[in-house]
């Protein structure tokens, strides 16, 4: 969020809640406050965020959940402004910064000016109360080295960004990119770094719009300026949306170099805040996914490991075999095998009677063959056993690492956080789930929800049915199809009826698919397209 669209931004709510009253202080986020105002009548919701992706400040009208256990900084800011009355919002010079001059009152009940300031400057992003001093009191991201050095550490004197010495927009010329290295006609590679470190309030977006328009013949300083009288102007937030009708970027200038579809809002706030829930869903999507996969990839490398490792001991186990024949010829040849035990020697060799070649067999010398005897088929009666052990696990651990590799391919298919959810309830009621910390069962051991723990709620279809993907085939027919292991469950047990025909791709992951054959006879490019479905969902 640039200085630009943040200054468009500020107008508006300044206009909003100056002079309204401080309801109530959330903190839906680690990172986001939530400030209810009420002015004539009507609530105003302010979000301010101090996430290192998505620092921003705009009106919402999202629905948050709120946490039930207040953090500290939540807690402070009840303390200190609730009940109080917005005396301004403003933005200091051209910074992607902004303050709420709040008039409440201090420990002993007197009236008190505190301050509550937002810094949106990327990864060193954060959120201050400031005392009626002008010291900060508390900060939403702790105090670093950065801090300490610029006076924003608790208990500092706040010291406010500064534009660095660089230009005004409104007063650039030709002469300022030119004292810089690059003129005003020149719109290479080093255009968009030299806006940068030259023109206050502009970001990446705007420098890069700046050098756009240049290149059309405009020129760099007319198209800076041009740039900043539109943000003075602005009074409706722009939403540029790609093919798909997802959205790209919000913002109050008119981007030409974004090449995007642009829709007209009716505030700049209504714009950043349809941006901003498209683009944290689709980071919390990304990250929950990632999470999910870096858990699938180590419980399969763990399966594999301990899969390898208990064939090669089942392989052993299998041995136990040679130590029953050993025990047999030891019997066998009881004469000949106490001649040698006579001797001292620690081996002997006996011919296999059923394929008449020699083999060869330690022993105990100070022991009778008899006992030699014994030793070897107690070796085999322990082999055995292991081996009748080891075979079930051999199996299970083959069955997990097929099952693993299957929620793999259904996590690929993922398309939001239901299906996200549904795939950790999955691994959660498999045993493949964490285990909480905190939670217990009555057996004492830990157990854990990961679902909860992530913040997932599985996404259900009226009735209580788990959501799966549907289809229409080219001929009208429906077509249902399992994204995961649980919609696949779902689709083939539960959705399904007597005359519906399932498809699956043989010996291979993939989606269950139940083609409704409530309108017989079917055609056969319906089932060819069902057959596709079983391999590409």
Same mark, same amino acid.
């Given at each position: 969020?640039?200085?630009?669209?943040?200054?468009?931004?500020?107008?508006?709510?300044?206009?909003?809640?100056?002079?309204?009253?401080?309801?109530?202080?959330?903190?839906?986020?680690?990172?986001?406050?939530?400030?209810?105002?009420?002015?004539?009548g009507t609530t105003c919701r302010?979000?301010?965020?101090?996430?290192?992706?998505?620092?921003r400040m705009h009106i919402t009208?999202?629905?948050?959940?709120?946490?039930?256990?207040?953090?500290?900084?939540?807690?402070?800011?009840?303390?200190?402004?609730?009940?109080?009355?917005?005396?301004?919002?403003?933005?200091?010079?051209?910074?992607?910064?902004?303050?709420?001059?709040?008039?409440?009152?201090?420990?002993?009940?007197?009236?008190?000016?505190?301050?509550?300031?937002?810094?949106?400057?990327?990864?060193?992003?954060?959120?201050?109360?400031?005392?009626?001093?002008?010291?900060?009191?508390?900060?939403?991201?702790?105090?670093?080295?950065?801090?300490?050095?610029?006076?924003?550490?608790?208990?500092?004197?706040?010291?406010?960004?500064?534009?660095?010495?660089?230009?005004?927009?409104?007063?650039?010329?030709?002469?300022?990119?030119?004292?810089?290295?690059?003129?005003?006609?020149?719109?290479?590679?080093?255009?968009?770094?030299?806006?940068?470190?030259?023109?206050?309030?502009?970001?990446?977006?705007?420098?890069?719009?700046?050098?756009?328009?240049?290149?059309?013949?405009?020129?760099?300083?007319?198209?800076?300026?041009?740039?900043?009288?539109?943000?003075?102007?602005?009074?409706?937030?722009?939403?540029?949306? @790609?093919?798909?009708?997802?959205?790209?970027?919000?913002? $109050?200038?008119?981007?030409? =170099? %974004?090449?995007? &579809?642009? #829709?007209? /809002?009716?505030?700049?706030?209504?714009?950043?805040?349809?941006?901003?829930?498209?683009?944290?869903?689709?980071?919390?999507?990304?990250?929950?996914?990632?999470?999910?996969?870096?858990?699938?990839?180590?419980?399969?490398?763990?399966?594999?490991?301990?899969?390898?490792?208990?064939?090669?001991?089942?392989?052993?186990?299998?041995?136990?075999?040679?130590?029953?024949?050993? @025990?047999?010829?030891?019997?066998?040849?009881?004469?000949? $095998?106490?001649?040698?035990? =006579? %001797?001292?020697? &620690?081996? #002997?060799? /006996?011919?296999?009677?059923?394929?008449?070649?020699?083999?060869?067999?330690?022993?105990?010398?100070?022991?009778?063959?008899?006992?030699?005897?014994?030793?070897?088929?107690?070796?085999?009666?322990?082999?055995?056993?292991?081996?009748?052990?080891?075979?079930?696990?051999?199996?299970?651990?083959?069955?997990?690492?097929?099952?693993?590799?299957?929620?793999?391919?259904?996590?690929?298919?993922?398309?939001?956080?239901?299906?996200?959810?549904?795939i950790e309830r999955e691994l959660?009621?498999?045993?493949?789930?964490?285990?909480?910390?905190?939670?217990?069962?009555?057996?004492?051991?830990?157990?854990?929800?990961?679902?909860?723990?992530?913040?997932?709620?599985?996404?259900?279809?009226?009735?209580?049915?788990?959501?799966?993907?549907?289809?229409?085939?080219?001929?009208?027919?429906?077509?249902?199809?399992?994204?995961?292991?649980?919609?696949?469950?779902?689709?083939?047990?539960?959705?399904?009826?007597?005359?519906?025909?399932?498809?699956?791709?043989?010996?291979?992951?993939?989606?269950?698919?139940?083609?409704?054959?409530?309108?017989?006879?079917?055609?056969?490019?319906?089932?060819?397209?069902?057959?596709?479905?079983?391999?590409?969902?």
């Amino acid at each position: 969020m640039d200085a630009l669209l943040l200054l468009a931004v500020v107008r508006e709510v300044s206009e909003r809640i100056t002079g309204g009253r401080i309801m109530r202080v959330d903190q839906p986020g680690r990172y986001d406050v939530l400030l209810s105002v009420r002015k004539a009548g009507t609530t105003c919701r302010i979000l301010l965020s101090a996430d290192p992706q998505f620092s921003r400040m705009h009106i919402t009208s999202q629905a948050f959940a709120i946490p039930r256990q207040a953090p500290a900084f939540c807690m402070l800011l009840r303390k200190r402004l609730e009940g109080g009355k917005i005396e301004a919002c403003e933005q200091p010079d051209l910074v992607p910064a902004c303050a709420f001059r709040i008039m409440s009152r201090d420990d002993l009940g007197n009236p008190a000016c505190w301050s509550l300031v937002l810094e949106a400057a990327g990864n060193n992003a954060n959120i201050f109360l400031l005392s009626p001093s002008s010291t900060v009191e508390a900060a939403i991201r702790k105090s670093s080295r950065f801090a300490r050095e610029h006076g924003t550490a608790h208990g500092c004197v706040y010291s406010p960004p500064s534009s660095g010495g660089k230009t005004h927009p409104g007063s650039v010329t030709p002469e300022t990119f030119l004292t810089a290295g690059v003129k005003d006609g020149d719109c290479g590679p080093s255009c968009v770094h030299t806006v940068l470190r030259t023109v206050a309030g502009f970001g990446a977006l705007l420098a890069k719009e700046a050098c756009f328009r240049a290149s059309k013949g405009a020129g760099l300083a007319p198209s800076v300026r041009d740039i900043w009288e539109e943000s003075l102007e602005a009074r409706r937030g722009l939403l540029y949306v @790609g093919p798909n009708g997802m959205p790209l970027e919000a913002h $109050v200038v008119n981007l030409e =170099s %974004l090449w995007a &579809r642009a #829709v007209a /809002l009716p505030s700049p706030s209504e714009a950043l805040d349809r941006y901003y829930q498209h683009a944290t869903s689709e980071a919390a999507f990304r990250s929950a996914r990632h999470l999910l996969e870096q858990r699938l990839k180590t419980a399969l490398a763990k399966t594999q490991k301990r899969l390898a490792a208990r064939l090669c001991e089942l392989e052993e186990a299998r041995l136990g075999e040679a130590h029953r024949k050993a @025990g047999d010829l030891i019997l066998t040849y009881m004469p000949e $095998v106490a001649a040698k035990l =006579s %001797l001292n020697e &620690r081996s #002997v060799l /006996l011919v296999d009677p059923e394929t008449g070649s020699p083999v060869s067999i330690e022993v105990d010398p100070s022991i009778d063959a008899a006992g030699n005897a014994q030793i070897h088929y107690r070796k085999y009666s322990r082999m055995k056993a292991r081996a009748q052990k080891l075979s079930p696990l051999v199996e299970k651990d083959r069955e997990d690492l097929s099952y693993l590799e299957s929620v793999l391919l259904s996590l690929d298919e993922a398309r939001d956080l239901n299906d996200l959810s549904e795939i950790e309830r999955e691994l959660s009621s498999q045993g493949f789930a964490p285990h909480s910390k905190t939670q217990h069962g009555a057996s004492g051991r830990r157990e854990h929800d990961s679902s909860r723990s992530a913040g997932l709620r599985p996404e259900r279809e009226a009735g209580g049915a788990v959501r799966c993907a549907r289809f229409v085939t080219s001929a009208g027919e429906e077509v249902l199809a399992g994204r995961n292991n649980r919609q696949n469950e779902y689709v083939t047990f539960k959705a399904s009826h007597r005359d519906d025909l399932w498809f699956h791709a043989k010996g291979v992951p993939g989606a269950h698919v139940v083609l409704r054959a409530g309108k017989l006879p079917l055609s056969s490019q319906s089932l060819v397209e069902a057959c596709r479905f079983s391999r590409t969902v």
